[in-house]
């Protein structure tokens, strides 16, 4: 299994019944190909985290740069991924969550936004706390 984590900037804003639609949309999407994962919204940025089979991953990752609704600003992803950190999302409620502001999401989305924005490569060890960061919203989730 592979997953990814990538932030975007949004080329329009999105009111509350876009992300609504954006997020059952997904959902059901994804629930087909098998793919569990994460998406959040904020000031116009969508941090977004996948987990799945490595070729349909690929395959959602290149759907997602060539999406005109948002820029990809910065991507990185692990191929050896054993379990899953969201087994039972097919996509979470990013409506819902854009309220929540957790500290973790924005923490990932200014630091990656920070690479992204100056072409920054993301190094080796970044990317471990990044993703370290997921871990711990999987494990922050797990318990709402």
């Not at 019944?17 to 793919?35: A, P």
């Not at 994962?37 to 799945?52: I, P, S, T, V």
């Not at 899953?84 to 936004?113: H, V």
Request: hydrophobic share 35%.
């Amino acid at each position: 299994m592979k997953c990814v984590l990538y932030i975007s900037k949004a080329l329009k804003s999105f009111t509350n019944e876009e992300l609504e639609l954006l997020s059952i949309t997904s959902t059901g999407n994804n629930q087909k190909k098998d793919i569990t994962g994460y998406l959040y919204y904020e000031n116009k940025r969508f941090l977004q985290y996948m987990e799945g089979e490595e070729h349909i991953i690929n395959q959602m990752v290149d759907k997602i740069a060539h999406d005109e609704r948002h820029e990809l600003l910065a991507l990185i992803e692990k191929q050896d991924l054993v379990h899953r950190r969201f087994p039972e999302w097919g996509m979470k409620n990013i409506a819902d969550l854009m309220f929540s502001n957790s500290a973790i999401e924005t923490t990932i989305i200014q630091t990656m936004s920070i690479f992204g924005e100056n072409h920054l490569n993301i190094s080796e060890r970044t990317q471990k706390e990044l993703f370290n960061l997921m871990d711990d919203l999987s494990s922050v989730s797990l318990e709402s």
